[in-house]
């Protein structure tokens, strides 16, 4: 296979911007040039000479001997924008961009078809971690049962901080904040948004449906308490935030993301920090779990080199689980086990609980263990911001039609 | 991209065949035709009709409308012959044979270029867990710094069971025998044999090296006593058989198989059983783990099968590092701090230690820790059976140019 010669314009010289500079200064396999590099900001001082920069999208765009495009902005918008016109403009792309992918996912697919180009996104999902790659050509014929995993470096930082420290949330974030795991506005990380976007788009290729993200329940970790650290420690437990997709019969699936009890012997519960692990169960691998470090700039340029290495070689997404077509519904209509802690009993009521097997009430706090509905949680994500209220998945398995894999 | 159709000839019948059998039945997603079974004991009984199997191999061979040979056989020798015979004759080959690959892994890669065909062997190394293609694909360009892991189901189910039983190796291996993880000659599997075959293979992909397996030194779980986990149990460790293979230098490598004593907050700790576990450590992916089955076949067969997808695919090694050529030498001139339960003051000084950083003498058996030369080692590969003694790697640093990856 002849390997094309790539001649790269690059967005965004940001923390991976400049990740993927030095890998691919350090690489000795693989040369690419890096043509011109467009930011935003006039004023900032960059680390190399100034004649590598553009502020004008289009000497990029425009460039006919531009051959790919590598889309590294926080703008969601703008790349949306940029990562378009690159690919109308016949050119190959790689972005690390999750909110973009995750918002325009069938969209962007089928633009690949029309415009005969690649978009590569392996960094979107789980930086370090080779897990679209995996999913598009490791298990295109395995009956995948679910997958779940940690995949926002910020939140881990903070739940580990608060589990090994016995930190409040608020002075943990701050800590966050300041060595750069988290945003000055947290609340894509925090919320939960993050790992959703992560998450429809290894749906995408796990199940091979396009979900707008819209019709995914979130929840982060905002609210934890401690006295919900306090719990889960007497338990035995650490909180994790965990987004989840499987199955709920052979050609349906649901998803969602919420905060997770992790007891001792399993994987995730070593999986502390800025990493990330995945969990893949499947009817004949069995289970699999994948870890790396999920953020900072050299994790994540590594990512964004290996798809302009496939892409050299001519690698596409064939989108083989979209292709095959078996799983084609999606359902909220899914009971789960979930730990609520709540001052107020008009709250619980709100939830619906069918079934409880616990039930704590004390001078700080109370809190129930019962089983819920998925669809109901939905009903609730507006209001549920405003409630004294947190919310752990147990991970325990409630009655069929719950597949085996939740356990 | 288009998918050739796939007409396959299938050698051996026996756990992973049965197993590729019940995965390729199971899928949606994919479709072949296992045209012809070669199967060599004509008195066995089988589960499906007689009529889909042959005791001839040239009725698969010689047969034109077979395109790919799925090679599933114990016997490395004839594996050999039937492998290059298929790709004389122009098939493509999925095999899972470590041994065969190992000993003859600079032939097999040469014969496909030479024949213009395609040899594939996921499932020989690590079973379910995707490493050989992860590490031709995803770590192309990354700057590896070491790899490591268990490989080895069988010595991994038996050192478990005599860690969480308290029973004798003699014990836990006829245990491993009955439940069908080991075989009535446990050699290959117990002596390191099977794990230093798959890191033979795994070196290949990760540094573009072909070696011969005689060059490497393994040493296997044989030997092992009571006071050797005794010793681990109370300093907090297990003690797993672990391959490990690491850059010494820019174009250096070493690599070895050694039990290795594994603390508790480390990945390792956690694979028991008959899973497997792979570690690597790179420049800017940082440290990564990948874990699954690496036995049995279900597990087996899912690895066989997304092969013949990818084979479907027109999917080849490119044998990148090898194409790269940055690592060129290989080197046995390496330090490795190590446990030594030995009896006899005689057989000590053969190891030639350097450094003694611990020394226990008591009743029942003796143990010296300190740094000795791998070299020394190899030297000793023949006597090392002899001798009353067990060696287990600490896996602590010892002074450079040992790499930072290696503690």
Redesign the interface.
């Known amino acids: 296979?002849t390997r094309e010669k790539l001649r790269i314009g690059l967005f965004g010289y940001g923390c991976v911007g400049q990740?993927l500079h030095?890998?691919l200064n350090?690489?000795?396999?693989?040369k690419a040039d890096i043509v011109k590099i467009c930011v935003k900001d006039h004023r900032k001082k960059r680390r190399i000479d100034m004649s590598n920069f553009t502020y004008d999208k289009d000497e990029i765009l425009n460039d006919p001997s531009i051959n790919l495009v590598v889309e590294l902005i926080d703008d969601a918008d703008e790349a949306f924008r940029i990562v378009t016109t690159a690919m109308k403009n016949g050119k190959n792309v790689v972005t690390a961009n999750k909110m973009m992918v995750a918002k325009h996912f069938k969209e962007l697919v089928e633009m690949q078809g029309k415009y005969k180009v690649s978009l590569l996104y392996e960094a979107s999902a789980g930086a370090?971690?080779?897990i679209i790659?995996?999913l598009e050509?490791?298990?295109?014929?395995?009956?995948l049962h679910s997958l779940r995993g940690i995949l926002n470096g910020t939140t881990n930082y903070i739940l580990t901080k608060m589990y090994n420290e016995g930190i409040p949330y608020a002075e943990a974030l701050k800590e966050a904040q300041e060595k750069g795991f988290a945003e000055s506005d947290p609340t894509l990380d925090v919320d939960g948004w993050d790992a959703k976007f992560k998450l429809c788009i290894i749906t995408g290729h796990a199940y091979g449906l396009f979900l707008n993200p819209d019709e995914v329940f979130h929840y982060g970790i905002r609210a934890i308490s401690k006295f919900d650290i306090q719990y889960a420690k007497e338990k035995g437990f650490k909180i994790k935030l965990v987004p989840y997709v499987g199955k709920t019969n052979e050609n349906t699936i649901t998803s969602f993301v919420l905060p997770r009890f992790i007891s001792a012997?399993k994987?995730l519960y070593?999986v502390d920090n800025e990493y990330n692990g995945v969990i893949t169960e499947?009817?004949?691998?069995?289970?699999?779990?994948?870890?790396?470090?999920g953020a900072?700039g050299?994790?994540t340029?590594?990512?964004v080199?290996?798809d302009i290495?496939?892409n050299s070689?001519g690698y596409r997404y064939?989108y083989?689980?979209f292709?095959?077509g078996?799983v084609s519904n999606y359902t909220r209509n899914h009971k789960l086990e979930v730990y609520l802690r709540y001052k107020d009993e008009k709250d619980r009521e709100l939830f619906g609980f069918e079934e409880v097997s616990e039930y704590f009430s004390g001078k700080f706090f109370k809190y129930v263990i019962g089983v819920i509905n998925l669809e109901r949680l939905y009903a609730l994500r507006e209001q549920l911001g405003q409630m004294d209220v947190f919310i752990v998945n147990t991970g325990r398995k409630t009655d069929p039609p719950t597949p085996p894999s939740e356990g």
Request: proline share 2%.
């Open positions: 296979m990740g030095d890998v350090s690489s000795k396999g693989f370090s971690i080779p790659r995996n050509e490791y298990y295109d014929n395995e009956l012997d994987y070593n499947a009817a004949f691998a069995d289970k699999q779990f994948f870890s790396g470090k900072g050299h994790a340029g590594s990512a080199l290996s290495s496939a070689y064939e083989k689980k292709q095959q078996t």
